[in-house]
């Protein structure tokens, strides 16, 4: 909403001509030319407004100026540029995918997500070579992406024994640790992520020790980059958490024990008890949750203990960000409609869902200017006919980045 003194500065800004709100929704003719493909466009987008995070917003305006947005109004208010308003238009962020690999270059993030609706990504590890593809994102021109480099690892640890070598940092002392961020921050990474994984095989994988796993936390926190941490297996939510992680992807759903793999869930189908108390513990604390339910789905593990650490988590008022870990597994590229199905599913309603995919998804990214309807945020935008469902989403009326139509 705006104040008082907000609305009357763009009532100051009203011009003496009037733009008339297209009822079949085109493209106005003043952006159909240099202007539509250009960050420095200045036109308004009217329906129901979905900010990303709080209640839809019906018969407002989102008004956009050099790539920004620059506020909120009532529809009827915009008199001084082209607004396009189709017949029960909703407005909503960009769509974030938060948990991706392999879309490095700009021309592949363009082709592969931007021209579905995806404004943005969230590279969780990818080589070093790989960082200043990964970074290049001209404005209006590919979905941003938001990068780790590799994953940091313990000498031995994951990810070292699945993926190839340069996906990983092998670290084995708190100042190595110390380093690493370091010169991931110079390379112009916005997270670290670091691996809690003992993985499945008939000996665990070595974990990170207690002081060079805080030493990671405490130099990216100083340095203002996220920290995210796979975490598949319960036992290693516990140390992620005490070392300060503030995202965990995937959703812990098998605990290793000395006599071989237990369930997450009791003989009820609810979360064991030690596992409710780590989640209320990230729900208190503000730790988002990635789940990846997409890509756990198509492993021998799916199931409800795939889900119903999701549903309890998210019933805590716990936040969770939508990411589908393309392209392992065969998921796909573009829309993650399967994703967003998946999460309803696992109990969250149709608004949580768009959370998760917008707000949520930016701050597990570390994407500070983006996945909400809001002054001074990026103008990454998705005009749909009705509520955004999955369904909707996988055609969506228009594509606006960086306050450029893609479509």
Same mark, same amino acid.
């Given at each position: 909403?705006?104040?008082?003194?907000?609305?009357?500065?763009?009532?100051?800004?009203?011009?003496?001509?009037?733009?008339?709100?297209?009822?079949?929704?085109?493209?106005?003719?003043?952006?159909?030319?240099?202007?539509?493909?250009?960050?420095?466009?200045?036109?308004?987008?009217?329906?129901?407004?979905?900010? $990303?995070?709080?209640?839809?917003?019906?018969?407002?305006?989102?008004?956009?100026?050099?790539?920004?947005?620059?506020?909120?109004?009532?529809?009827?208010?915009?008199?001084?540029?082209?607004?396009?308003?189709?017949?029960?238009?909703?407005?909503?962020?960009?769509?974030?995918?938060?948990?991706?690999?392999?879309?490095?270059?700009?021309?592949?993030?363009?082709?592969?997500?931007?021209?579905?609706?995806?404004?943005?990504?969230?590279?969780?590890?990818?080589?070093?070579?790989?960082?200043?593809?990964?970074?290049?994102?001209?404005?209006?021109?590919?979905?941003?992406?938001?990068?780790?480099?590799?994953?940091?690892?313990?000498?031995?640890?994951?990810?070292?024994?699945?993926?190839?070598?340069? %996906?990983?940092?092998?670290?084995?002392?708190?100042?190595? $640790?110390? !380093?690493?961020?370091?010169?991931?921050?110079?390379?112009?990474? $916005?997270?670290?992520?670091?691996?809690?994984?003992?993985?499945?095989?008939?000996?665990?994988?070595?974990?990170?020790?207690?002081?060079?796993?805080?030493?990671?936390?405490?130099?990216?926190?100083?340095?203002?980059?996220?920290?995210?941490?796979?975490?598949? !297996?319960?036992?290693?939510?516990?140390?992620?958490?005490?070392?300060?992680?503030?995202?965990?992807?995937?959703?812990?759903?098998?605990?290793?024990?000395?006599?071989?793999?237990?369930?997450?869930?009791?003989?009820?189908?609810?979360?064991?008890?030690?596992?409710?108390?780590?989640?209320?513990? %990230?729900?208190?604390?503000?730790?988002?949750?990635?789940?990846?339910?997409?890509?756990?789905?198509?492993?021998?593990?799916?199931?409800?203990?795939?889900?119903?650490?999701?549903?309890?988590?998210?019933? %805590?008022?716990?936040?969770?960000?939508?990411?589908?870990?393309?392209?392992?597994?065969?998921? !796909?590229?573009?829309?993650?409609?399967?994703?967003?199905?998946?999460?309803?599913?696992?109990?969250?309603?149709?608004?949580?869902?768009?959370?998760?995919?917008?707000?949520?998804?930016?701050?597990?990214?570390?994407?500070?200017?983006?996945?909400?309807?809001?002054?001074?945020?990026?103008?990454?935008?998705?005009?749909?006919?009705?509520?955004?469902?999955?369904?909707?989403?996988?055609?969506?009326?228009?594509?606006?980045?960086?306050?450029?139509?893609?479509?």
């Amino acid at each position: 909403m705006l104040s008082r003194r907000d609305f009357l500065t763009v009532l100051a800004r009203v011009a003496p001509f009037a733009w008339a709100l297209s009822p079949a929704g085109p493209i106005p003719r003043a952006l159909a030319g240099p202007d539509r493909t250009s960050p420095g466009a200045i036109f308004a987008l009217a329906g129901t407004v979905l900010p $990303g995070r709080g209640d839809p917003l019906p018969g407002h305006a989102v008004l956009i100026r050099h790539g920004r947005i620059e506020a909120v109004v009532p529809a009827g208010l915009p008199r001084d540029r082209p607004v396009v308003a189709p017949p029960d238009a909703w407005i909503l962020p960009g769509v974030i995918n938060a948990h991706c690999h392999h879309a490095h270059t700009p021309e592949d993030r363009r082709r592969l997500w931007l021209e579905s609706g995806v404004t943005a990504l969230g590279d969780a590890a990818s080589p070093l070579a790989a960082l200043p593809d990964l970074l290049r994102s001209p404005a209006g021109t590919t979905a941003t992406a938001s990068a780790c480099g590799p994953m940091l690892a313990p000498p031995g640890g994951y990810p070292l024994n699945a993926h190839t070598r340069d %996906m990983a940092l092998e670290i084995n002392s708190p100042a190595r $640790g110390e !380093d690493a961020v370091r010169r991931l921050a110079d390379l112009g990474a $916005g997270s670290v992520k670091i691996a809690f994984e003992p993985g499945n095989g008939p000996a665990p994988l070595p974990l990170f020790d207690a002081a060079t796993a805080r030493a990671v936390c405490d130099t990216a926190r100083r340095l203002g980059l996220g920290v995210r941490a796979h975490v598949q !297996d319960l036992s290693g939510l516990e140390p992620a958490l005490n070392a300060g992680v503030r995202t965990i992807e995937h959703v812990p759903h098998v605990l290793r024990t000395p006599d071989g793999p237990a369930p997450v869930l009791d003989k009820s189908g609810a979360v064991l008890p030690a596992y409710r108390t780590l989640l209320e513990r %990230m729900a208190r604390d503000g730790v988002i949750l990635t789940p990846t339910l997409d890509v756990l789905s198509r492993t021998p593990w799916g199931g409800p203990a795939l889900f119903e650490p999701v549903r309890t988590f998210h019933a %805590m008022g716990g936040r969770v960000a939508l990411g589908n870990d393309y392209p392992y597994r065969r998921t !796909d590229a573009g829309m993650p409609a399967p994703e967003m199905r998946l999460l309803a599913e696992a109990g969250l309603p149709p608004e949580a869902v768009v959370e998760a995919a917008t707000a949520n998804a930016a701050e597990a990214c570390g994407l500070r200017d983006r996945g909400l309807i809001a002054p001074g945020m990026a103008a990454d935008l998705l005009v749909v006919r009705g509520f955004p469902t999955p369904d909707e989403l996988q055609d969506p009326l228009h594509i606006v980045k960086d306050g450029v139509f893609i479509r």
